[in-house]
């Protein structure tokens, strides 16, 4: 059984499994269509990412994919620790420039279902950090976006100062949210 627990922006949300414990280990239902269905949770995921950051303190993001390719993503940890954000990207939508966080672990079956519209990034916590993403539509070049991770106007209390941050070449030249092309939801 999957039990959901929404966020401060209440279009994300955590998504956490019950766990079968024995002498082994575990046993987790991560996703089942029918029971996202009945969780409102309609979507239908077509890719499948896997990302694996050598080093703490490396930050991904903040991405997402504009219409008509926007995708919903929905994370977890297979190893190690990330500090996972979500910012609401849609122009029109009050929570505009707001994000949500939560600390991600591999220890908990806790995932985070971020919708279409929405920047999406993480930082590592732990070193060899695996991360998977499961993602509503397929990867266009064309449609891809990003928020720079550090933006001053989005007020993200990042686990990792500026110096010590490891991003690739194209992270580093996102824009500001504020000078994003104009983006229609």
């Known amino acids: 059984m999957i039990n959901v627990k929404e966020l401060a922006l209440p279009e994300v949300k955590l998504l956490m499994s019950d766990t079968h414990l024995d002498k ?29 950051s050598y080093l703490k303190n490396t930050v991904r993001g903040l991405h997402f994919q504009m219409l008509p390719h ?13 500090f996972d954000v979500a910012v609401d990207v849609r122009p029109r939508s009050p929570s505009f420039g707001k ?50 991770w550090n933006d001053p106007d989005l007020h993200i209390d990042w686990p990792v100062d500026a110096t010590n941050v490891i991003l690739s070449d194209k992270d580093q030249k996102l824009p500001r949210l504020k000078d994003l092309p104009a983006i229609t939801w």
């Open 70 to 82: 926007a995708q919903a993503k929905l994370v977890r940890v297979l190893r190690g620790k990330i």
């Open 99 to 148: 994000h949500v966080s939560a600390v991600l672990n591999d220890t908990e079956v806790t995932q985070m279902l971020i919708p279409p519209g929405f920047a999406h990034g993480f930082c590592s916590l732990e070193d060899n950090t695996v991360v998977l993403y499961k993602i509503s539509d397929y990867y266009a070049p064309k449609s891809e976006c990003g928020v720079i």
């Open 24 to 52: 082994r280990g575990y046993l987790a239902e991560v996703a089942q269509h029918d029971e996202m269905q009945k969780l409102g949770l309609p979507i239908n995921f077509v890719q499948e990412n896997q990302s694996l």
